[in-house]
């Protein structure tokens, strides 16, 4: 009798074995308790249902925003993708109030965050960092760089083929060149904007982004996959200004000049290197982005956010390709620069 009153007991739930299940169903029944038959769940939350729609327009017709006013349509699309942060906080407030009509809303920001970036929280390199036939990096080692030499060093490390560097001042290139000469046979320094190669380079040459100053260059980087056109850009820096707003008319100027000359570039297989300033996502830089393709977002894992290197918040350091299969994208290891280092694998196309 003992026996099976202790059986009974235990098969109650009493004192056995708690499954995960169960704390799960006690926890949500706690969580809404009393909501059931309150009326006024769907009244409550309001407020927090309008935001959630409005946070879901403004991710949904981003590209609708204007310019006209401080450029508020490309800061936006700069930072677009942290908006999403704003969806928890609002399901935790949507929880607090205890609101149905607010959860319900909060559930469009989501779909639409989801539909915008959900492709770029996978890993789309096929599964390795040997794939491809070429490796590139770039990295804006910052002009007042403390030790150029480290920096050298340690992108070129990476293992990279090609290497570009932005924001070289005169008086550092010479330490670049030393420290990276064991590695590259071949260099070229236009301006404050440098190409170092294992190959080949031919016909290099400046770039003329409508600066008055050179801060863009071209070459053909012959490899043993054929030849390759690479480009080396440094668009003008944009500001946010109280005043003014996202001040960014040269880098937009620049950025077209820069897509008129690689829609006349004769080679079909060509890589962009380079700090941009801009986000793939910002409309200014279409000239470029319509005609090359993203390496980070079409073989990259995660956003590869490149600035600030001691926060990274958005990638304006981008590698981009026309012509050749991106395998693999990635950021490097942060450097005594205020930008993080991006390299990227690709795969040239042998019957160009």
């Known amino acids: 009798m003992a026996q099976q009153a202790y059986m009974t007991e235990t098969a109650g739930g009493g004192s056995g074995p708690e499954r995960p299940g169960s704390r799960l169903r006690r926890l949500a029944h706690r969580l809404f308790a009393g909501w059931r038959g309150d009326p006024r769940v769907w009244r409550r939350g309001i407020v ?193 200004k109280m005043e003014a707003g996202f001040t960014a008319r040269q880098r937009d100027k620049s950025a077209d000049a820069l897509g008129e000359a690689i829609a006349d570039e004769p080679l079909k297989q060509v890589v962009l290197l380079g700090d941009l300033n801009g986000t793939m996502n910002d409309r200014s830089l279409n000239a470029v982005t319509s005609q090359l393709r993203s390496t980070q977002g079409a073989a990259g894992s995660g956003f590869g956010f490149s600035w600030p290197a001691s926060f990274p918040m958005a990638r304006i350091d981008q590698i981009m390709v026309k012509g050749v299969e991106p395998e693999s994208s990635w950021t490097l290891p942060r450097t005594n620069s205020d930008h993080l280092p991006v390299a990227a694998r690709v795969k040239l196309d042998t019957s160009s």
């Open 48 to 240: 927090l249902a309008v935001l959630a729609l409005l946070l879901a327009l403004v991710m949904l017709v981003h590209s609708r925003i204007p310019n006209v006013i401080g450029n508020l349509g490309s800061l936006t699309e700069t930072f677009l993708p942290w908006l999403g942060l704003a969806v928890p906080v609002l399901l935790v407030l949507g929880l607090i109030r205890k609101s149905a009509t607010a959860l319900i809303a909060v559930t469009l920001p989501a779909i639409v965050w989801l539909n915008l970036f959900g492709g770029l929280l996978t890993d789309k390199s096929g599964g390795g960092g040997d794939l491809g036939d070429l490796m590139v990096a770039t990295h804006n080692v910052n002009a007042d760089n403390p030790d150029p030499a480290a920096t050298a060093t340690d992108v070129a490390a990476s293992g990279a083929d090609v290497l570009a560097l932005e924001e070289l001042p005169a008086s550092s290139v010479p330490v670049y060149e030393k420290a990276l000469a064991p590695t590259y046979k071949h260099h070229a320094v236009v301006g404050t904007v440098g190409l170092w190669s294992r190959y080949p380079m031919t016909d290099v040459h400046a770039v003329d982004i409508k600066l008055g100053w050179k801060r863009a260059m071209r070459a053909t980087v012959t490899t043993p996959r054929g030849p390759v056109a690479v480009y080396v850009a440094h668009l003008p820096s944009v500001r946010v």
